[in-house]
């Protein structure tokens, strides 16, 4: 049995401006979903915007597409997200930052993780 245990993650905008709540979205699409589109459907979505319209970008790729047996989930906490822009060398662009929570009310590992449940 082939498998791999892929973190998942919540992402919360820091604020609720619409570019918080964008760059919340993607980081989440990137942290949570692409991986996973790799691996379990062969989607390969290179410039990290969520539509596989890239010239080198795939859709159901066989060389990726139900590679394994089975996907572990590990959930541990919930990260804000900042917005800002980083590019990589291949030119895609990251909208936001992850940032732990700080939550005086909220109960914390001793990581200093948050610990909320209902993220999963």
Do not use: C
Not at 101 to 108: E, I, L, M, R
């Amino acid at each position: 049995m082939v498998s791999m245990a892929h973190h998942v993650r919540v992402f919360v905008p820091a604020g609720s401006d619409a570019v918080a709540v964008k760059a919340a979205k993607q980081l989440d699409y990137v942290n949570n979903d692409l991986i996973l589109n790799a691996t379990i459907k062969g989607d390969l979505d290179l410039n990290l915007d969520g539509a596989l319209d890239g010239p080198n970008e795939k859709a159901g790729d066989p060389a990726l597409k139900a590679r394994m047996d089975f996907v572990g989930l590990n959930y541990y906490s919930v990260s804000q997200v900042i917005p800002t822009t980083v590019k990589n060398a291949a030119g895609a662009t990251i909208q936001g930052l992850p940032i732990d929570t700080n939550d005086p009310n909220a109960k914390y590992t001793d990581l200093k993780w948050e610990i909320r449940p209902s993220g999963i």
